[in-house]
């Protein structure tokens, strides 16, 4: 094929897909909203939607094998935060630090410590029990909220709202008795409320509220909290799977700190510590210089359509914004 004839191919800086036609890019860049918050690869830095999704690029089966990250990888990276490493010493100092272990069963399920005004986010974890003929209704019956340093706040057990007619023993591991001297719903909210917002009692929320699934938390709670402060483990788009389908608590948990949950009945506070684990090393990550998302405005979406197929990849880049706020803006 002669130079005149051949094609022009455009490709994206971020995933490396090809076009054919400039505005076909253009339009990839608008709905993948690629930016230096997505997750990549160590090695050759492809942008993906969730870190699942460079796990099965950095596990692709052998006949669909190219390049070198599947060999780098299994040599220098860690199966957990999916980082490259110099080396195997370094690797293996790395883990030492990446690979927690499972927090300790709370003593004393029932207490409530002073709320420390320094605090900036803590964890909650609610565990229901069943009402209503056939068990269905969710019932809050535990509470337990920590710290950033895995601190109890508040733990109590609750007095249910209905009659219980499915305790959920092998999941929740209660009884009849445990909930019998537990405060009332509206003492337990009201608790709550209070430490969300760092002690004072005009409503508005100051802490952010991290958790898993944490719709489902509220609503058992009949708490409303602001959205913008809402830290959820099950709704991050980096820890969803390839689909953006959630990820379960328990999966997240094994696969990115290194150890198991819920191998038996579900314990609020190890949930909670979980939780909380997972959002403080989503939170922590270095994405280097990224120009703040609000200077961008509306992103590529705030462009012409003409000045965008001016633009070279590179700079269809540097405009594009995250679809998602990223955890690692709340260290500013």
């Given at each position: ?203 508005a929320g100051r802490l952010l ?52 949950i819920q191998c038996g009945k ?67």
């Amino acid at each position: 094929m002669s130079p005149k004839t051949a094609k022009i191919r455009h490709r994206c800086v971020a995933c490396y897909k090809m076009f054919n036609r400039r505005q076909h890019l253009v339009e990839h860049m608008k709905i993948s909203h690629h930016s230096l918050h997505q997750p990549r690869c160590g090695v050759c830095f492809k942008h993906c939607k969730s870190f699942e999704s460079v796990r099965e690029h950095l596990n692709v089966p052998d006949h669909l094998f190219k390049g070198d990250c599947k060999t780098i990888f299994s040599e220098r990276g860690c199966a957990l935060c999916l980082q490259i490493f110099e080396d195997a010493t370094a690797l293996a100092d790395h883990k030492n630090n990446c690979h927690l272990s499972a927090p300790l069963p709370l003593v004393n399920p029932t207490r409530t410590l002073g709320v420390n005004t320094r605090l900036k986010a803590v964890a909650i974890d609610c565990e229901m029990v069943g009402g209503g003929d056939d068990g269905s209704i969710d019932l809050c019956a535990s509470v337990c909220l920590v710290d950033e340093d895995e601190h109890v706040i508040f733990s109590t057990h609750v007095q249910p709202q209905l009659p219980v007619t499915d305790y959920r023993h092998k999941v929740t591991g209660l009884t009849q008795e445990d909930l019998k001297n537990g405060m009332r719903l509206q003492d337990v909210r009201e608790k709550v409320l209070a430490i969300l917002c760092g002690g004072h009692n005009d409503g508005a929320g100051r802490l952010l509220l991290v958790g898993h699934d944490l719709r489902h938390d509220m609503k058992c709670l009949k708490l409303q909290y602001p959205s913008h402060l809402l830290r959820d483990t099950a709704k991050y788009v980096p820890l969803m799977k390839t689909n953006l389908v959630s990820q379960s608590l328990k999966y997240l948990t094994r696969s990115y700190l290194g150890y198991k949950i819920q191998c038996g009945k579900h314990e609020p506070y190890e949930d909670c510590v979980s939780a909380m684990r997972l959002y403080k090393r989503m939170r922590d990550q270095e994405h280097g210089k990224a120009e703040k998302e609000e200077e961008k405005g509306d992103g590529l979406n705030s462009w012409k359509q003409s000045d965008l197929e001016k633009m070279k990849p590179e700079e269809l880049y540097h405009n594009s914004t995250s679809e998602y706020r990223c955890w690692c803006l709340d260290r500013r």
